[in-house]
């Protein structure tokens, strides 16, 4: 993620701000440019539009889940109606490109459940931002109302409600954004780290498998690398839970659970592949990373991918000692044997090749 300032008084602003906290200018972000631009009454005639860091305020506004999901995203009305141009509804709500992929959210009497889904949609979000960093095709249920992207956000709390991904849907149970909940979970399945975000990376890398490992070469590269994608899945997921992960699974996985079927290898790899490259993106912007390690200028190819992992590992020690001079658990706990970094690498090559 980068490193935002005001473009009307150059105050250092975060991700989810709406308002400069110095001179209380109204913002949005852009998808677009990817970065947080001021709403203006009138943008300056000549003023370069989203260029010049102002937009016009009677042309762009804030989503409409400003309140229910704290959404600082712009999006582009008509000058007559103040309604949301096409694609984004034929006059119902004004809603960027991220919440217009949530199709199933708590009801309004949820007060609870619609904390959480705030919380879930500001995951998503950075998700969505880093799809778009990396080229990724976003294609939503309005394209392709068979296999296109989607998001159901509900509570166990008050429905039955699975995690997982469903030809290009994503359920998320929103229970998992209160920490007591989420934290018992991933002591009971032996897990080193646990987090909404990392819930949609693992997630979205189950969708992007029928994108990526699209052609022979990919199929067979993908078997060579992970095993056979179609192997039995709930007697993979049977056996998982009933004799866990086989003994010595550290040396060829990233996780214990992506050692359960090929599938799931997969989505755990592609997970990690987007915290390291967010991480290195943020840490850059910051300045304790090469300025090279940005997602606006891509690492392509072999020798990409080996610098990626070569400004990572370093980065991932220094974070992990900071962290516990605070007093926490370090904030990677993985290790990356040659195995997963040559899976990762397969990641990293379909990324491009769907790019080019």
């Known amino acids: 993620m980068r490193d935002f300032a005001c473009p009307n008084c150059g105050q250092q602003l975060a991700f989810e701000n709406s308002v400069c906290l110095s001179c209380s200018s109204p913002l949005g972000f852009s998808l677009t440019l990817r ?44 000058d007559e109606t103040g309604l949301a141009q096409a694609p984004h509804g034929n006059g119902g709500p004004a809603l960027c490109e991220s919440c217009r992929l949530t199709r199933t959210r708590p009801n309004d009497l949820d007060s609870a459940g619609l904390d959480a889904f705030a919380e879930a949609e500001a995951a998503k979000r950075r998700l969505i931002v880093e799809l778009a960093e990396l080229g990724l095709p976003i294609v939503g249920r309005d394209e392709d109302p068979q296999n296109g992207l989607a ?3 509900l509570s166990s709390v008050t429905d039955k409600v699975l995690t997982g991904h469903q030809n290009g849907v994503i359920t998320l149970d929103l229970a998992e954004a209160h920490d007591p909940h989420r934290e018992q979970l991933r002591i009971e399945m032996d897990e080193p780290y646990r987090t909404l975000l990392g819930h949609f990376r693992h997630e979205i890398g189950h969708h992007y498998f029928a994108v990526l490992v699209a052609d022979d070469t990919a199929r067979q590269r993908f078997r060579e690398l992970f095993g056979d994608p179609s192997a039995d899945y709930q007697a993979a997921l049977d056996l998982h839970y009933s004799q866990g992960a086989p003994p010595g699974w550290e040396a060829d996985y990233v996780s214990s659970y992506a050692s359960m079927h090929a599938a799931e290898d997969w989505a755990e790899t592609f997970a990690h592949y987007l915290h390291i490259r967010d991480t290195l993106d943020t840490a850059a912007a910051f300045g ?21 992992i070569d400004l990572w590992l370093p980065l991932a020690w220094a974070l992990n000692m900071v962290n516990r001079s605070m007093g926490h658990p370090d904030l990677y706990p993985f ?19 769907a790019v080019a």
């Not at 005639?45 to 009677?58: A, M, N």
């Not at 990356?336 to 090749?353: I, T």
């Open 335 to 353: 290790v990356l044997p040659d195995p997963v970094l040559e899976k990762m690498r397969l990641v990293h090559e379909l990324c491009a090749a």
């Open 288 to 308: 304790f990373a090469p300025a090279g390690a940005t997602l606006d200028r891509p690492q392509v190819g072999r020798a990409g991918f080996d610098k990626i």
């Open 35 to 78: 970065t947080l631009v001021v709403i203006a009454d009138f943008a300056p005639t000549g003023s370069g539009g989203q260029l010049s860091g102002v937009v016009d305020g009677r042309r762009y506004r804030l989503c409409d889940n400003l309140h229910m999901a704290k959404c600082n995203w712009l999006v582009q009305v008509s």
């Open 151 to 153: 998001f159901d956000l």
